[in-house]
T-cell receptor, first 111, second 111 residues
Framework: DAGVIQSPRHEVTEMGQEVTLRCKPI?????LFWYRQTMMRGLELLIY????????DSGMPEDRFSAKMPNASFSTLKIQPSEPRDSAVYFC?????????FGPGTRLTVL | GQQLNQSPQSMFIQEGEDVSMNCTSS?????WLWYKQDPGEGPVLLIA?????ELTSNGRLTAQFGITRKDSFLNISASIPSDVGIYFC???????????FGTGTRLKVLA
């Protein structure tokens, strides 16, 4: 099994640009999670899906952030417009049950 | 967002020493997880705990679910250089996969 796949691994963009992060969960997993990790705030849950349906998006910082899961094998996290304070490592994780498997993360830098 | 308090924040130890760390919460949890994160990677699950008082081992790692349900402990015996990394606890209440993550304990092993 390839594990959770995230792309890109690194993204550098300028303030105001749109950023799209991608995630392919482990096949057969019915939950998908998006996290953000920063030194100041640690690992924060942004949103999670069950069977492609968003269950809890209370962690999404503001309307500039949106996430979709059009099918069981793909999810996106979009930031529009991006700001320097969005710089962080974004992780996607998937699970079947309560054991979450994390992807390698996308390191986002907004200049 | 809400976080769990982990102690210590960081520690240097000699190779071969035993390590103890803990995680405390103001809320009662029904599941505790312990993860390890290596540089540039996503967290990897080490141990899962589901019952108050439960003691579970995974090789040289042993974790306990505190009887108050507000804390958990992780011990590493006979540390080796590859134990270097950041250890996170995570907890959740029943009926949800919305895990809250601890602030992390950074472990550095001196050979």
């Amino acid at each position: 099994d390839a594990g959770v796949i995230q792309s890109p691994r690194h993204e550098v963009t300028e303030m105001g640009q749109e950023v799209t992060l991608r995630c392919k969960p482990i096949s057969g997993h019915d939950y998908l999670f998006w996290y953000r990790q920063t030194m100041m705030r640690g690992l924060e849950l942004l949103i999670y899906f069950n069977n492609n349906v968003p269950i809890d998006d209370s962690g999404m910082p503001e309307d500039r952030f949106s996430a979709k899961m059009p099918n069981a094998s793909f999810s996106t996290l979009k930031i529009q417009p991006s700001e320097p304070r969005d710089s962080a490592v974004y992780f996607c994780a998937s699970s079947y049950g309560d054991t979450q498997y994390f992807g390698p993360g996308t390191r986002l830098t907004v200049l | 967002g809400q976080q769990l308090n982990q102690s210590p924040q960081s520690m240097f130890i000699q190779e071969g020493e035993d390590v103890s760390m803990n995680c405390t919460s103001s809320s009662i949890f029904n599941t505790w997880l312990w993860y390890k994160q290596d540089p540039g990677e996503g967290p990897v699950l080490l141990i899962a705990l589901y019952k108050a008082g439960e003691l579970t081992s995974n090789g040289r790692l042993t974790a306990q679910f505190g009887i108050t349900r507000k804390d958990s402990f992780l011990n590493i015996s006979a540390s080796i250089p590859s134990d270097v990394g950041i250890y996170f606890c995570a907890g959740t209440t029943s009926g949800t996969y919305k895990y809250i993550f601890g602030t992390g304990t950074r472990l550095k092993v001196l050979a």
